[in-house]
């Protein structure tokens, strides 16, 4: 090593003096116009929220341009018609009538209903258990 960086190794560090950090900082936010700006008081949401934000603010403001279409778009969409069921009414008595009268003509073109041998079940008869046939294998 030089002799030059053997001094600087043995020399204490010192501190830098509070109103110097406060100007060497306040410059460098002038020269980064678009950097996030340091909380004096802590740290607060909008300033975490930068910090997050801004290596890429471009993209971020895009994606929530599109979040405010797509939500857009949707409640455009809804279907805002009344449902059918609380637009009509309850039918008429003339009209129940109708119905009723339909339903009759329609029970005398068809006819009595017979139901077939096929449609019949067979009711179920349970036979002794002595009648049972046993295979036995030997």
Same mark, same amino acid.
């Given at each position: 090593m030089d002799n030059f960086e053997q001094k600087l190794q043995r020399q204490p560090?010192?501190?830098?003096? &509070? /109103?110097?950090?406060?100007e060497i900082l306040a410059a460098a936010e002038v020269q980064l116009p678009g950097a996030?700006?340091?909380?004096? !008081? !802590?740290? &607060?949401f909008i300033a975490q929220l930068s910090t997050i934000l801004w290596p890429h603010p471009k993209a971020w403001? !895009?994606? @929530? @341009?599109?979040? %405010?279409? =797509?939500?857009t778009v949707d409640f455009s969409l809804r279907d805002k018609t009344p449902v059918m069921a609380e637009k009509t009414a309850p039918p008429? $008595? /003339?009209? =129940?009538?109708?119905?009723?009268?339909?339903?009759?003509?329609?029970?005398?073109l068809i006819g009595p209903r017979d139901t077939r041998d096929a449609d019949r079940s067979k009711p179920f008869v349970?036979? $002794?258990r002595s009648e049972? %046939?046993?295979?036995?294998t030997a």
């Open positions: 560090l010192r501190q830098v003096p &509070t /109103e110097w950090r406060e996030p700006k340091r909380s004096e !008081g !802590g740290s &607060t403001a !895009g994606l @929530a @341009a599109v979040w %405010v279409l =797509i939500l008429s $008595p /003339e009209v =129940i009538v109708e119905l009723r009268q339909q339903q009759r003509m329609m029970a005398e349970p036979q $002794p049972r %046939v046993e295979f036995m």
